[in-house]
Protein backbone atom coordinates (compact mmCIF):
# COMPACT_ATOMS: atom_id res chain seq x y z
CA UNK A 1 0.00 0.00 0.00
CA UNK A 2 2.95 2.39 -0.60
CA UNK A 3 0.48 4.73 -2.72
CA UNK A 4 -1.98 5.62 -0.18
CA UNK A 5 0.32 7.96 2.01
CA UNK A 6 0.37 10.74 -0.89
CA UNK A 7 -2.83 12.22 0.06
CA UNK A 8 -1.99 16.23 -0.26
CA UNK A 9 0.61 15.37 -3.18
CA UNK A 10 -2.70 15.05 -5.47
CA UNK A 11 -4.44 18.27 -5.02
CA UNK A 12 -1.69 20.46 -4.30
CA UNK A 13 -0.27 19.17 -8.02
CA UNK A 14 -3.99 20.06 -9.15
CA UNK A 15 -3.45 23.27 -7.77
CA UNK A 16 -0.17 24.55 -8.98
CA UNK A 17 -0.92 23.21 -12.17
CA UNK A 18 -3.85 25.34 -12.73
CA UNK A 19 -2.81 28.42 -11.31
CA UNK A 20 0.41 27.89 -13.91
CA UNK A 21 -2.13 28.04 -16.37
CA UNK A 22 -3.89 31.73 -14.98
CA UNK A 23 0.02 33.30 -13.97
CA UNK A 24 0.32 36.15 -16.79
CA UNK A 25 2.86 35.47 -19.36
CA UNK A 26 4.57 38.09 -21.44
CA UNK A 27 3.01 38.25 -24.88
CA UNK A 28 5.71 36.15 -26.94
CA UNK A 29 6.01 33.56 -24.60
CA UNK A 30 2.22 32.90 -23.95
CA UNK A 31 1.58 30.35 -27.09
CA UNK A 32 4.43 28.21 -25.22
CA UNK A 33 2.85 27.96 -22.12
CA UNK A 34 2.62 24.20 -21.54
CA UNK A 35 -0.49 22.63 -20.69
CA UNK A 36 0.63 22.25 -16.95
CA UNK A 37 -2.71 20.21 -15.84
CA UNK A 38 -2.40 17.47 -18.45
CA UNK A 39 1.24 16.96 -17.61
CA UNK A 40 0.14 16.36 -13.77
CA UNK A 41 -2.93 14.44 -15.22
CA UNK A 42 -1.36 12.65 -17.25
CA UNK A 43 1.25 11.35 -14.30
CA UNK A 44 -1.31 10.39 -11.97
CA UNK A 45 -3.49 8.22 -14.67
CA UNK A 46 0.05 6.70 -15.47
CA UNK A 47 1.18 6.16 -11.53
CA UNK A 48 -1.77 5.83 -9.96
CA UNK A 49 -4.53 3.88 -12.12
CA UNK A 50 -6.14 1.96 -9.90
CA UNK A 51 -7.85 5.03 -8.25
CA UNK A 52 -7.30 7.93 -10.80
CA UNK A 53 -8.90 7.07 -14.35
CA UNK A 54 -11.19 9.05 -16.75
CA UNK A 55 -13.48 10.56 -14.47
CA UNK A 56 -10.74 12.01 -12.52
CA UNK A 57 -9.31 13.46 -15.78
CA UNK A 58 -12.97 14.61 -16.83
CA UNK A 59 -13.70 16.29 -13.50
CA UNK A 60 -10.08 18.05 -13.39
CA UNK A 61 -10.97 19.64 -16.88
CA UNK A 62 -14.12 20.55 -15.80
CA UNK A 63 -12.25 22.36 -12.89
CA UNK A 64 -9.71 24.02 -15.58
CA UNK A 65 -12.56 25.16 -17.61
CA UNK A 66 -14.77 27.02 -14.80
CA UNK A 67 -10.77 28.30 -13.70
CA UNK A 68 -9.87 29.53 -16.86
CA UNK A 69 -13.28 30.50 -18.36
CA UNK A 70 -12.73 28.65 -21.14
CA UNK A 71 -16.00 26.74 -22.99
CA UNK A 72 -17.59 24.47 -20.08
CA UNK A 73 -16.94 20.86 -20.92
CA UNK A 74 -13.85 21.30 -23.53
CA UNK A 75 -11.04 20.92 -21.30
CA UNK A 76 -12.74 17.88 -19.74
CA UNK A 77 -13.34 16.12 -22.78
CA UNK A 78 -9.61 16.94 -24.09
CA UNK A 79 -8.50 15.25 -20.92
CA UNK A 80 -10.70 12.45 -20.92
CA UNK A 81 -9.35 11.71 -24.30
CA UNK A 82 -5.74 11.99 -23.06
CA UNK A 83 -6.58 9.63 -20.00
CA UNK A 84 -8.27 6.86 -22.07
CA UNK A 85 -5.25 6.85 -24.59
CA UNK A 86 -3.32 6.75 -21.58
CA UNK A 87 -4.96 4.27 -20.01
CA UNK A 88 -4.69 1.95 -22.93
CA UNK A 89 -0.74 2.58 -23.00
CA UNK A 90 -0.08 2.87 -19.77
CA UNK A 91 2.00 -0.64 -19.41
CA UNK A 92 3.78 0.09 -22.07
CA UNK A 93 4.56 3.93 -21.04
CA UNK A 94 5.68 2.90 -17.64
CA UNK A 95 8.46 1.01 -18.82
CA UNK A 96 9.36 3.32 -21.36
CA UNK A 97 13.21 5.15 -20.77
CA UNK A 98 12.29 8.80 -20.15
CA UNK A 99 13.10 10.17 -23.57
CA UNK A 100 10.65 8.29 -25.26
CA UNK A 101 7.91 8.85 -22.47
CA UNK A 102 8.18 12.68 -23.09
CA UNK A 103 8.15 11.49 -26.47
CA UNK A 104 4.60 9.69 -26.09
CA UNK A 105 3.33 12.71 -24.14
CA UNK A 106 4.33 15.29 -26.59
CA UNK A 107 2.33 13.17 -29.42
CA UNK A 108 -0.60 12.69 -26.90
CA UNK A 109 -0.01 16.62 -26.31
CA UNK A 110 -0.32 17.09 -30.04
CA UNK A 111 -3.52 15.19 -30.34
CA UNK A 112 -4.56 17.34 -27.21
CA UNK A 113 -4.27 20.49 -29.56
CA UNK A 114 -6.06 18.67 -32.39
CA UNK A 115 -8.90 17.72 -30.56
CA UNK A 116 -9.05 21.38 -29.17
CA UNK A 117 -8.95 22.22 -32.73
CA UNK A 118 -11.53 19.75 -34.01
CA UNK A 119 -14.43 21.34 -31.06
CA UNK A 120 -13.36 25.34 -31.88
CA UNK A 121 -13.98 24.08 -35.30
CA UNK A 122 -17.22 22.38 -34.94
CA UNK A 123 -18.64 25.78 -32.62
CA UNK A 124 -17.23 28.02 -35.05
CA UNK A 125 -14.79 29.67 -32.37
CA UNK A 126 -11.90 31.62 -32.96
CA UNK A 127 -8.70 29.01 -33.20
CA UNK A 128 -5.79 29.97 -31.38
CA UNK A 129 -3.04 31.13 -33.25
CA UNK A 130 -0.56 28.93 -35.09
CA UNK A 131 1.60 29.65 -32.63
CA UNK A 132 -0.40 27.62 -30.06
CA UNK A 133 0.69 24.50 -31.96
CA UNK A 134 4.00 24.72 -30.39
CA UNK A 135 2.90 24.21 -26.49
CA UNK A 136 3.22 20.38 -27.22
CA UNK A 137 6.76 20.94 -27.57
CA UNK A 138 7.43 22.76 -24.47
CA UNK A 139 5.18 20.62 -22.82
CA UNK A 140 7.17 17.28 -24.30
CA UNK A 141 10.44 19.19 -22.49
CA UNK A 142 8.62 19.58 -19.32
CA UNK A 143 7.48 16.52 -18.75
CA UNK A 144 10.94 14.73 -17.47
CA UNK A 145 11.44 17.59 -14.54
CA UNK A 146 7.71 17.57 -13.80
CA UNK A 147 7.62 13.42 -13.45
CA UNK A 148 11.01 13.46 -11.52
CA UNK A 149 9.91 16.44 -9.04
CA UNK A 150 6.27 14.17 -8.57
CA UNK A 151 8.12 11.52 -8.23
CA UNK A 152 10.15 13.00 -5.44
CA UNK A 153 7.43 14.63 -3.39
CA UNK A 154 5.91 10.98 -2.92
CA UNK A 155 8.85 9.30 -2.67
CA UNK A 156 9.57 11.32 0.62
CA UNK A 157 6.34 11.13 1.92
CA UNK A 158 6.30 7.39 1.26
CA UNK A 159 9.73 7.26 3.12
CA UNK A 160 8.55 8.72 6.45
CA UNK B 1 -12.39 -0.61 -9.62
CA UNK B 2 -11.83 -3.30 -11.96
CA UNK B 3 -8.73 -5.49 -10.92
CA UNK B 4 -6.17 -6.82 -13.70
CA UNK B 5 -5.72 -10.02 -12.60
CA UNK B 6 -6.81 -12.00 -15.66
CA UNK B 7 -6.86 -11.59 -19.39
CA UNK B 8 -10.55 -12.62 -18.55
CA UNK B 9 -11.16 -9.55 -16.16
CA UNK B 10 -8.65 -7.43 -18.53
CA UNK B 11 -10.98 -7.53 -21.38
CA UNK B 12 -13.88 -6.63 -19.09
CA UNK B 13 -11.87 -3.76 -17.74
CA UNK B 14 -11.47 -2.81 -21.17
CA UNK B 15 -15.01 -2.61 -21.78
CA UNK B 16 -16.04 -0.79 -19.03
CA UNK B 17 -13.24 1.80 -19.80
CA UNK B 18 -14.78 1.91 -23.55
CA UNK B 19 -18.13 2.36 -22.16
CA UNK B 20 -16.64 4.95 -19.42
CA UNK B 21 -15.02 7.25 -22.24
CA UNK B 22 -18.11 7.11 -24.31
CA UNK B 23 -20.13 8.35 -21.49
CA UNK B 24 -17.95 10.61 -20.22
CA UNK B 25 -17.72 12.45 -24.15
CA UNK B 26 -21.00 12.01 -24.09
CA UNK B 27 -21.33 14.29 -21.41
CA UNK B 28 -18.82 16.71 -21.99
CA UNK B 29 -19.85 18.06 -25.05
CA UNK B 30 -23.62 17.90 -23.69
CA UNK B 31 -21.78 20.36 -21.75
CA UNK B 32 -20.23 21.93 -24.33
CA UNK B 33 -23.66 22.69 -26.86
CA UNK B 34 -25.10 23.76 -23.60
CA UNK B 35 -22.48 26.11 -22.83
CA UNK B 36 -22.11 27.40 -26.20
CA UNK B 37 -25.90 27.24 -27.31
CA UNK B 38 -28.05 27.87 -24.42
CA UNK B 39 -26.06 29.69 -21.95
CA UNK B 40 -28.24 28.49 -19.27
CA UNK B 41 -25.14 27.79 -17.37
CA UNK B 42 -24.30 31.11 -16.64
CA UNK B 43 -26.05 30.28 -13.17
CA UNK B 44 -23.20 27.54 -12.54
CA UNK B 45 -20.66 29.78 -13.88
CA UNK B 46 -21.62 32.62 -11.11
CA UNK B 47 -21.39 29.70 -8.49
CA UNK B 48 -18.01 28.88 -9.72
CA UNK B 49 -16.82 31.73 -9.86
CA UNK B 50 -17.26 32.43 -6.72
CA UNK B 51 -15.79 29.14 -5.46
CA UNK B 52 -13.02 30.17 -8.35
CA UNK B 53 -11.86 33.92 -6.49
CA UNK B 54 -9.09 32.64 -4.29
CA UNK B 55 -7.64 30.55 -7.58
CA UNK B 56 -7.35 33.56 -9.51
CA UNK B 57 -6.45 35.74 -6.56
CA UNK B 58 -3.47 33.41 -5.99
CA UNK B 59 -2.92 33.37 -9.75
CA UNK B 60 -2.75 37.35 -9.70
CA UNK B 61 -0.10 37.45 -6.82
CA UNK B 62 2.99 36.71 -8.72
CA UNK B 63 2.22 39.74 -10.79
CA UNK B 64 1.12 42.01 -8.10
CA UNK B 65 4.47 40.85 -5.79
CA UNK B 66 6.93 41.38 -9.04
CA UNK B 67 5.28 45.49 -9.76
CA UNK B 68 5.00 46.18 -5.85
CA UNK B 69 8.95 45.48 -5.56
CA UNK B 70 9.60 46.95 -8.93
CA UNK B 71 7.90 50.35 -7.26
CA UNK B 72 9.51 49.81 -4.62
CA UNK B 73 13.03 50.13 -6.26
CA UNK B 74 12.94 53.04 -8.21
CA UNK B 75 15.15 55.55 -6.78
CA UNK B 76 14.35 58.61 -5.62
CA UNK B 77 15.66 60.75 -7.99
CA UNK B 78 13.47 58.94 -10.50
CA UNK B 79 10.39 59.33 -8.19
CA UNK B 80 10.96 63.04 -8.42
CA UNK B 81 11.47 63.34 -11.92
CA UNK B 82 8.29 61.57 -12.12
CA UNK B 83 7.00 63.78 -9.85
CA UNK B 84 7.84 66.96 -11.76
CA UNK B 85 6.68 65.40 -15.22
CA UNK B 86 3.39 64.22 -13.87
CA UNK B 87 2.87 68.32 -12.41
CA UNK B 88 3.60 69.69 -15.69
CA UNK B 89 1.26 67.32 -16.81
CA UNK B 90 -1.52 67.77 -14.44
CA UNK B 91 -1.20 71.93 -15.63
CA UNK B 92 -1.39 71.16 -18.85
CA UNK B 93 -4.78 68.85 -17.95
CA UNK B 94 -6.29 71.25 -16.09
CA UNK B 95 -6.06 74.42 -18.19
CA UNK B 96 -7.19 72.08 -20.57
CA UNK B 97 -10.28 70.74 -18.83
CA UNK B 98 -10.96 74.84 -17.80
CA UNK B 99 -11.30 75.08 -21.80
CA UNK B 100 -13.56 71.83 -21.80
CA UNK B 101 -15.94 73.32 -19.16
CA UNK B 102 -16.55 76.15 -21.08
CA UNK B 103 -17.82 74.01 -23.69
CA UNK B 104 -19.53 71.89 -21.36
CA UNK B 105 -21.67 75.11 -20.15
CA UNK B 106 -22.03 76.04 -23.45
CA UNK B 107 -23.63 72.82 -24.25
CA UNK B 108 -25.73 72.13 -21.65
CA UNK B 109 -27.17 75.83 -22.09
CA UNK B 110 -27.74 75.60 -26.25
CA UNK B 111 -29.56 71.85 -25.18
CA UNK B 112 -31.77 73.91 -22.44
CA UNK B 113 -32.72 76.27 -25.66
CA UNK B 114 -33.16 73.57 -27.45
CA UNK B 115 -35.45 71.32 -24.80
CA UNK B 116 -33.77 67.98 -25.68
CA UNK B 117 -32.74 65.77 -22.72
CA UNK B 118 -29.18 66.28 -21.43
CA UNK B 119 -26.88 63.18 -21.66
CA UNK B 120 -27.16 62.15 -17.79
CA UNK B 121 -23.62 62.91 -15.29
CA UNK B 122 -21.56 59.66 -14.73
CA UNK B 123 -20.30 58.67 -12.21
CA UNK B 124 -17.45 56.20 -12.67
CA UNK B 125 -15.44 53.73 -10.09
CA UNK B 126 -11.86 52.53 -10.65
CA UNK B 127 -11.57 48.96 -10.57
CA UNK B 128 -8.00 47.47 -10.74
CA UNK B 129 -7.51 44.04 -13.70
CA UNK B 130 -6.38 41.08 -11.83
CA UNK B 131 -3.67 39.78 -14.33
CA UNK B 132 -4.39 36.60 -15.45
CA UNK B 133 -4.89 34.76 -18.53
CA UNK B 134 -7.94 33.31 -19.30
CA UNK B 135 -8.55 30.75 -22.57
CA UNK B 136 -7.02 33.18 -25.31
CA UNK B 137 -9.93 32.26 -27.56
CA UNK B 138 -12.08 34.03 -25.38
CA UNK B 139 -12.10 37.80 -25.07
CA UNK B 140 -12.47 38.28 -20.93
CA UNK B 141 -11.04 39.81 -18.27
CA UNK B 142 -11.15 39.81 -14.54
CA UNK B 143 -11.40 42.76 -12.57
CA UNK B 144 -10.56 42.40 -8.51
CA UNK B 145 -13.81 44.33 -7.62
CA UNK B 146 -17.03 42.97 -7.20
CA UNK B 147 -20.47 42.81 -6.15
CA UNK B 148 -19.06 43.70 -2.93
CA UNK B 149 -17.31 47.01 -4.24
CA UNK B 150 -21.03 47.65 -6.04
CA UNK B 151 -19.87 46.33 -9.09
CA UNK B 152 -23.32 45.00 -11.34
CA UNK B 153 -24.27 43.07 -14.10
CA UNK B 154 -24.32 44.91 -17.40
CA UNK B 155 -21.95 47.81 -16.17
CA UNK B 156 -20.28 49.47 -18.86
CA UNK B 157 -16.74 49.10 -18.70
CA UNK B 158 -14.26 52.07 -20.08
CA UNK B 159 -10.47 52.74 -20.05
CA UNK B 160 -8.71 56.09 -21.22
CA UNK B 161 -9.37 55.39 -24.79
CA UNK B 162 -12.75 54.10 -24.87
CA UNK B 163 -15.42 51.36 -24.52
CA UNK B 164 -13.54 48.12 -23.07
CA UNK B 165 -16.91 46.02 -22.45
CA UNK B 166 -18.95 45.47 -19.88
CA UNK B 167 -19.64 43.46 -16.84
CA UNK B 168 -21.31 39.82 -17.75
CA UNK B 169 -20.77 38.05 -14.11
CA UNK B 170 -20.37 39.25 -10.82
CA UNK B 171 -18.63 37.58 -7.37
CA UNK B 172 -18.37 39.63 -4.20
CA UNK B 173 -14.66 40.04 -4.77
CA UNK B 174 -14.20 39.68 -8.66
CA UNK B 175 -16.26 40.49 -11.81
CA UNK B 176 -15.64 38.83 -15.23
CA UNK B 177 -15.88 41.83 -18.37
CA UNK B 178 -16.97 40.67 -21.43
CA UNK B 179 -14.50 42.82 -24.33
CA UNK B 180 -16.08 43.92 -26.91
CA UNK B 181 -13.59 42.00 -29.16
CA UNK B 182 -15.32 38.84 -27.76
CA UNK B 183 -17.16 36.85 -30.70
CA UNK B 184 -20.44 37.30 -28.93
CA UNK B 185 -20.35 40.73 -28.35
CA UNK B 186 -22.18 43.60 -30.07
CA UNK B 187 -21.98 47.29 -29.78
CA UNK B 188 -24.53 49.66 -31.63
CA UNK B 189 -22.40 52.74 -32.88
CA UNK B 190 -22.47 55.76 -34.53
CA UNK B 191 -20.22 57.33 -37.12
CA UNK B 192 -19.19 60.34 -35.26
CA UNK B 193 -19.13 62.58 -38.16
CA UNK B 194 -22.00 61.84 -39.91
CA UNK B 195 -24.16 60.01 -37.28
CA UNK B 196 -25.09 56.90 -39.45
CA UNK B 197 -25.64 54.44 -37.30
CA UNK B 198 -24.46 50.86 -37.10
CA UNK B 199 -23.23 47.94 -35.24
CA UNK B 200 -19.99 46.84 -34.02
CA UNK B 201 -19.32 42.61 -33.69
CA UNK B 202 -15.96 41.51 -32.00
CA UNK B 203 -14.61 38.73 -33.43
CA UNK B 204 -12.74 36.84 -31.18
CA UNK B 205 -9.37 39.29 -31.54
CA UNK B 206 -7.92 41.94 -29.70
CA UNK B 207 -6.94 44.16 -32.53
CA UNK B 208 -10.04 44.20 -34.95
CA UNK B 209 -13.83 44.62 -34.59
CA UNK B 210 -16.01 43.56 -37.56
CA UNK B 211 -18.66 46.11 -38.90
CA UNK B 212 -20.95 44.10 -41.29
CA UNK B 213 -24.11 45.70 -43.23
CA UNK B 214 -23.06 49.35 -44.10
CA UNK B 215 -25.04 50.01 -46.77
CA UNK B 216 -23.11 51.10 -50.01
CA UNK B 217 -25.14 54.32 -50.04
CA UNK B 218 -24.16 55.48 -46.66
CA UNK B 219 -21.72 57.91 -45.76
CA UNK B 220 -18.89 56.01 -43.92
CA UNK B 221 -15.29 56.42 -45.08
CA UNK B 222 -11.96 54.70 -43.82
CA UNK B 223 -10.81 56.93 -40.73
CA UNK B 224 -14.12 57.29 -39.30
CA UNK B 225 -14.49 57.29 -35.49
CA UNK B 226 -17.25 55.57 -33.91
CA UNK B 227 -18.91 55.93 -31.16
CA UNK B 228 -21.61 54.22 -29.58
CA UNK B 229 -24.75 55.33 -30.34
CA UNK B 230 -26.97 54.52 -27.21
CA UNK B 231 -29.39 52.69 -29.17
CA UNK B 232 -30.63 49.49 -26.88
CA UNK B 233 -29.79 50.96 -23.63
CA UNK B 234 -26.88 49.16 -22.69
CA UNK B 235 -23.72 51.44 -23.54
CA UNK B 236 -24.36 55.17 -23.17
CA UNK B 237 -23.95 56.96 -25.95
CA UNK B 238 -20.96 59.03 -27.16
CA UNK B 239 -17.96 56.91 -25.50
CA UNK B 240 -15.20 56.61 -28.42
CA UNK B 241 -15.73 52.70 -29.76
CA UNK B 242 -12.68 52.90 -32.68
CA UNK B 243 -11.54 53.97 -36.10
CA UNK B 244 -12.79 52.01 -39.38
CA UNK B 245 -9.48 50.93 -40.88
CA UNK B 246 -11.14 49.36 -43.80
CA UNK B 247 -14.25 49.27 -45.72
CA UNK B 248 -14.54 46.16 -48.33
CA UNK B 249 -17.89 45.04 -50.37
CA UNK B 250 -19.14 41.67 -49.04
CA UNK B 251 -20.06 38.61 -50.57
CA UNK B 252 -23.83 39.55 -51.55
CA UNK B 253 -22.24 42.90 -52.83
CA UNK B 254 -25.02 44.55 -51.33
CA UNK B 255 -23.03 45.94 -48.50
CA UNK B 256 -19.76 46.93 -46.88
CA UNK B 257 -18.30 44.83 -44.23
CA UNK B 258 -15.43 47.63 -42.35
CA UNK B 259 -12.70 46.52 -39.69
CA UNK B 260 -12.63 48.56 -36.88
CA UNK B 261 -9.70 49.45 -34.73
CA UNK B 262 -10.62 49.75 -31.05
CA UNK B 263 -10.16 52.77 -29.35
CA UNK B 264 -9.54 51.30 -25.57
CA UNK B 265 -6.41 49.52 -25.05
CA UNK B 266 -7.97 45.86 -24.94
CA UNK B 267 -4.44 43.81 -24.81
CA UNK B 268 -3.19 44.67 -21.26
CA UNK B 269 -3.69 47.63 -18.71
CA UNK B 270 -3.81 47.61 -15.87
CA UNK B 271 -6.89 49.48 -14.56
CA UNK B 272 -10.46 50.03 -16.17
CA UNK B 273 -13.12 52.43 -14.76
CA UNK B 274 -16.88 50.95 -14.36
CA UNK B 275 -19.60 53.25 -15.17
CA UNK B 276 -22.79 54.13 -12.53
CA UNK B 277 -25.26 55.97 -14.20
CA UNK B 278 -26.42 58.53 -12.35
CA UNK B 279 -29.68 60.68 -12.32
CA UNK B 280 -29.38 63.29 -15.30
CA UNK B 281 -27.79 65.86 -13.23
CA UNK B 282 -25.04 67.54 -15.35
CA UNK B 283 -23.69 69.96 -12.34
CA UNK B 284 -22.60 67.26 -10.47
CA UNK B 285 -18.72 66.49 -10.98
CA UNK B 286 -17.87 62.78 -11.61
CA UNK B 287 -16.01 61.33 -8.24
CA UNK B 288 -13.62 58.87 -8.97
CA UNK B 289 -13.40 56.72 -6.09
CA UNK B 290 -10.77 53.93 -6.22
CA UNK B 291 -12.13 50.97 -3.99
CA UNK B 292 -10.01 49.18 -1.71
CA UNK B 293 -6.15 49.27 -3.24
CA UNK B 294 -5.55 50.72 -6.25
CA UNK B 295 -2.11 51.07 -7.35
CA UNK B 296 -0.58 54.89 -7.39
CA UNK B 297 0.82 54.38 -10.16
CA UNK B 298 -2.33 53.46 -12.19
CA UNK B 299 -3.25 56.39 -11.48
CA UNK B 300 -1.70 58.16 -13.66
CA UNK B 301 -3.66 57.70 -16.49
CA UNK B 302 -6.95 57.94 -14.98
CA UNK B 303 -7.71 61.76 -15.06
CA UNK B 304 -7.22 61.61 -19.16
CA UNK B 305 -10.12 58.50 -19.02
CA UNK B 306 -12.51 60.59 -16.87
CA UNK B 307 -11.77 63.40 -19.14
CA UNK B 308 -12.29 61.65 -22.28
CA UNK B 309 -15.40 60.06 -20.38
CA UNK B 310 -17.60 63.05 -19.60
CA UNK B 311 -16.49 65.55 -21.37
CA UNK B 312 -19.50 67.71 -22.83
CA UNK B 313 -21.89 65.54 -19.97
CA UNK B 314 -20.68 67.44 -16.69
CA UNK B 315 -18.40 70.04 -16.02
CA UNK B 316 -15.55 69.33 -13.73
CA UNK B 317 -13.90 71.40 -11.10
CA UNK B 318 -12.20 74.36 -12.16
CA UNK B 319 -8.19 74.26 -11.34
Known sequence: MRRVANGWVLPVS???????????????????????????????????????????????????????????????LRLTVMAFILQRFRTQLRF???????????????????????????LGVEQVPWTYWLAPVAGMLLWAPVYLVMDALRFRRRGR | MPSFASPATQRSGDVTGTLRLLALLAVSIGLIVADHRGGWLDQVRAHAGVAMQPV??????????????????VTRSLLSEDNHRLRNELLVANARLA???????????????LGAAGSGGLDVQLAPILDIDLDPTRQRLVLRAGSR???????????????????????PGTAVVLLLTDLDHAVPVMVARTGVRLVAF??????????????????????DELVTSGLGGRFPAGFPVGTITALAPDDSRAFLVGSVDPAARL?????????????????VPPAVDAPRSAEGAGAEEEPAGIDAASAGASPEDAP
Not at chain 1, 110 to 116: L, Q
Not at chain 2, 160 to 170: D, M, N, P, S
Request: charged content about 15%; proline content about 5%.
Open chain 1, 96 to 122: FPMAQQALAIGGLLFNDRVVSAAVHLA
Open chain 2, 99 to 113: RLQAAAEENTHLRQL
Open chain 2, 202 to 223: GQGRSDALRLPNVPLSSDVRVG
Open chain 2, 56 to 73: WWLAGLPSRLARSVREDA
Open chain 1, 14 to 76: VLVAILLGLVPLPEMLQPLRPYWLALVVAYWVIEDNERLGLVFAFSMGLLADLAFGSILGEQA
Open chain 2, 149 to 171: DGVSQGQTVIDAGGVVGQVIQTA
Open chain 2, 267 to 283: DRGRDVLLLRELAPAPV
